[in-house]
Nanobody, 126 residues
Framework: QVRLLESGGELVQAGGSLRLACAASGLTFNRYAMAWFRQVPGNEREIVAVASWSGGNTYYSNSAKGRFTISRDNNLNTVYLQMNSLQPEDTAVYYC???????????????????WGQGTQVTVSS
C-alpha cells in the first residue's frame, strides 16, 4: 500500500520560512517524480514544484520560483519543500504527489499523478 505522509505545516509570520517533508512508503521511490501542490478552499489545486526521479531536474511555478526549493533524498524516500519569504497568499493546504516516470519527466498537471498525501496546512499571517 502506497502512503505519502506530509509534515511541517504550521502557522508562520510573513517573511518567515518553513520546510515541508513528505515521507513515502510502499513504492520504489526513485521510479517516481515527486511534486508539491497546494490548494485554497474554493480554488483548484495548483502546482508548486516538481522534482524528477533523481532530483536533478526541477520545475517551479511562477509564484514559487526564487523562494521555494524542492529536493529529495532517495535513501530516505522523502521529498522536501523549503519555503522562504512566505507571504499570506502562500496560505494553503500543501499536498505531496507521486508520478511513475520512465524518464526525466516533470509533470505539472494534477490529474497525471498516481498517488497523493493527505496534505499539511500552511498558514502565513500578515
Amino acid at each position: 500500500q502506497v502512503r505519502l505522509l506530509e509534515s511541517g505545516g504550521e502557522l508562520v509570520q510573513a517573511g518567515g520560512s518553513l520546510r515541508l517533508a513528505c515521507a513515502a512508503s510502499g513504492l520504489t521511490f526513485n521510479r517516481y517524480a515527486m511534486a508539491w501542490f497546494r490548494q485554497v478552499p474554493g480554488n483548484e489545486r495548483e502546482i508548486v514544484a516538481v522534482a524528477s526521479w533523481s532530483g536533478g531536474n526541477t520545475y517551479y511555478s511562477n509564484s514559487a520560483k526564487g523562494r521555494f526549493t524542492i529536493s529529495r533524498d532517495n535513501n530516505l524516500n522523502t521529498v522536501y519543500l523549503q519555503m522562504n519569504s512566505l507571504q499570506p497568499e502562500d496560505t494553503a493546504v500543501y499536498y505531496c504527489a507521486a508520478k511513475r516516470v520512465y524518464d526525466f519527466t516533470l509533470e505539472s498537471i494534477m490529474t497525471k499523478y498516481d498517488y497523493w498525501g493527505q496534505g499539511t496546512q500552511v498558514t502565513v499571517s500578515s
